[in-house]
Nanobody, 117 residues
Framework: QVQLVESGGGLVQAGGSLRLSCAAS????????MGWFRQAPGKEREFVAS????????NYADSVKGRFTISRDNAKNTVYLQMNSVRPEDTAVYYC??????????WGQGTQVTVSS
């Protein structure tokens, strides 16, 4: 099993920045890729960004492209989401997820990000 713990959420003003962290523990060698997802009140959970663990290939949702950056520190088993130029519509609970293959199997508990206008 893999355990994921997010941190770094909070309240930020529109136009500001925030960095989320996701620390992985357990059978981390089984992880192929990591991703960030978010869910706003009354909405479906949506993909934000992903990164492959070994090579570091990244992928982003169009809504965050150019503003958010996903990165990883293999030595610390940690994935980050740097959020710049945040907007009120970025307000959501952000979840970290890990996948051993094509499907995300491991999920964190989520961290709240609130952007004030």
């Amino acid at each position: 099993q893999v355990q994921l713990v997010e941190s770094g959420g909070g309240l930020v003003q529109a136009g500001g920045s925030l960095r989320l962290s996701c620390a992985a523990s357990g059978r981390t060698f089984s992880i192929y890729g990591m991703g960030w997802f978010r869910q706003a009140p009354g909405k479906e959970r949506e993909f934000v960004a992903s990164i492959t663990w070994s090579i570091g290939t990244t992928n982003y949702a169009d809504s965050v492209k150019g503003r958010f950056t996903i990165s990883r520190d293999n030595a610390k088993n940690t994935v980050y989401l740097q959020m710049n130029s945040v907007r009120p519509e970025d307000t959501a609970v952000y979840y970290c997820a890990g996948r051993p293959s094509s499907e995300y199997r491991y999920w964190g508990q989520g961290t709240q990000v609130t952007v004030s206008s």
